[in-house]
T-cell receptor, first 114, second 111 residues
Framework: EAQVTQNPRYLITVTGKKLTVTCSQNMNHEYMSWYRQDPGLGLRQIYYSMNVEVTDKGDVPEGYKVSRKEKRNFPLILESPSPNQTSLYFC?????????????FGPGTRLTVL | AQRVTQPEKLLSVFKGAPVELKCNYSYSGSPELFWYVQYSRQRLQLLLRHISRESIKGFTADLNKGETSFHLKKPFAQEEDSAMYYCALSSLTGGGNKLTFGTGTQLKVEL
């Protein structure tokens, strides 16, 4: 089944403890992106990647890192999580980095930072 | 900078009533607009895009450049339409495929 997967789905951690949220797609998509969803703010883009080894900042990149060593994987790294990073995170991918391309979303990762 | 506005957080209608979810945008270029839907306990998925000019699950949306709007409409609401709806604008920023989302409207269809 063509899909975007994320792990873990739920995570509770403490301030300062490094964590990684994985994202993988099996559709051979070039473009991948991370969003965070917060009440009243909708979804905001954190980072995106147009292809392997090509990444760039979105609207809210502070406190996050990403890497794109393989086409299918796009992990989100929080080196030193803080409570304001408590949120619902979505990974998405699309075939190409074009304006009309549909983005396919993962199921979401609910992160709580204490 | 692009911006998408969905003025209603919650829209409650009765089954069989017409539905209109409002979306306004600001963007200096030629916009590519989408509606995404998130049903309870499911992932976000594309409902329709303006370029396709299609009707999905009875929903339509017309791009009005003069009013910078992309309202989502359905003549007769069904219970299964209850969900969170997001309007989104796609822009090519530095070569990326950035989706700018509105804050979403929760549609509740009551019996």
């Amino acid at each position: 089944e063509a899909q975007v997967t994320q792990n873990p789905r739920y995570l509770i951690t403490v301030t300062g403890k490094k964590l990684t949220v994985t994202c993988s797609q099996n559709m051979n998509h070039e473009y991948m992106s991370w969003y965070r969803q917060d009440p009243g703010l909708g979804l905001r883009q954190i980072y995106y990647s147009m292809n392997v080894e090509v990444t760039d900042k979105g609207d809210v990149p502070e406190g996050y890192k990403v890497s794109r060593k393989e086409k299918r994987n796009f992990p989100l790294i929080l080196e030193s999580p803080s409570p304001n990073q408590t949120s619902l995170y979505f990974c998405a991918s699309s075939l190409l980095a074009g304006g009309v391309n549909e983005q396919f979303f993962g199921p979401g990762t609910r992160l709580t930072v204490l | 900078a692009q911006r998408v506005t969905q003025p209603e957080k919650l829209l409650s209608v009765f089954k069989g009533a017409p539905v209109e979810l409002k979306c306004n945008y600001s963007y200096s270029g030629s916009p590519e607009l989408f509606w995404y839907v998130q049903y309870s306990r499911q992932r976000l998925q594309l409902l329709l895009r303006h370029i396709s000019r299609e009707s999905i699950k009875g929903f339509t949306a017309d791009l009005n450049k003069g009013e910078t709007s992309f309202h989502l409409k359905k003549p007769f609401a069904q219970e299964e339409d209850s969900a969170m709806y997001y309007c989104a604008l796609s822009s090519l920023t530095g070569g990326g495929n950035k989706l700018t989302f509105g804050t979403g409207t929760q549609l509740k269809v009551e019996l």
